[in-house]
């Protein structure tokens, strides 16, 4: 099956540590994104991949790192320096890099909880 | 900057009704406006993109407007199920990003 995967679907941390949530995708997708949600809000961009060892912040990008070393992985890790990290962290990709007519597909998500 | 506006409230609806939900964004003009349906604890499901020059959008009982005027953006699923029952996203376009909007909790009831 085509499709985006995201392990694990739950994490805990210890306030302090770096945590790195992984994202692979085997549809052969060019663009790749990380976006944060939390309760109430939308979705909130923190990085984004056009293409393999290249990536932008999104708007919320501060105590985050991604890399693109492969096309069909796209790692991020929330470093210590994330003053909330507790989140549901969503992975996405897309066929086309800039355009906006193709349809994001998401991964079930990473629940991260920081205590 | 940028707004995205949906009824934090959620919309409860008799099945079979039609269920009626609003996008409203200020600040900027969109040309392009996506609908996401999510389930609890799952990542959005892409439903329907429209243009800002199509005005509406079907998909089977689905229908999307578009009012660049208004600059609001509406979401109908007509015969509404159960099976609807979700938390739905809208996703402007502006500067080669989707912004998306905070959702609005639908629940039908049989």
């Known amino acids: 099956d085509g499709g985006i995967t995201q392990s694990p679907k739950y994490l805990f941390r210890k306030e302090g540590q770096n945590v790195t949530l992984s994202c692979e995708q085997n549809l052969n997708h060019d663009a790749m994104y990380w976006y944060r949600q939390d309760p109430g809000q939308g979705l909130r961009l923190i990085y984004y991949s ?66 | 900057s940028q707004k995205i506006e949906q009824n934090s409230e959620a919309l409860n609806i008799q099945e079979g009704k039609t269920a009626t939900l609003t996008c409203n964004y200020t600040n900027y003009s969109p040309a392009y406006l996506q609908w996401y349906r999510q389930d609890p604890g799952r990542g959005p499901v892409f ?27 509406l979401f109908h699923i007509t015969a509404s199920q159960p099976a609807d029952s979700a938390t739905y996203l809208c996703a402007p376009y502006n500067f080669n990003k989707f912004y998306f909007g905070s959702g609005t909790k639908l629940n039908v009831k049989p």
């Open chain 1, 50 to 115: 056009q293409i393999v060892n290249d990536f932008q912040k999104g708007d919320i990008a501060e105590g985050y790192s991604v890399s693109r070393e492969k096309k069909e992985s796209f790692p991020l890790t929330v470093t210590s320096a994330q003053k909330n990290p507790t989140a549901f962290y969503l992975c996405a990709s897309s066929a086309n890099t800039q355009g906006p007519l193709y349809e994001q597909y998401f991964g079930p998500g990473t629940r991260l909880t920081v205590t």
């Open chain 2, 47 to 73: 439903l329907l993109l429209i243009r800002e020059n199509e005005k509406e959008k079907r998909k089977e009982r689905l229908k999307v407007t578009f009012d660049t005027t208004l600059k609001q953006s």
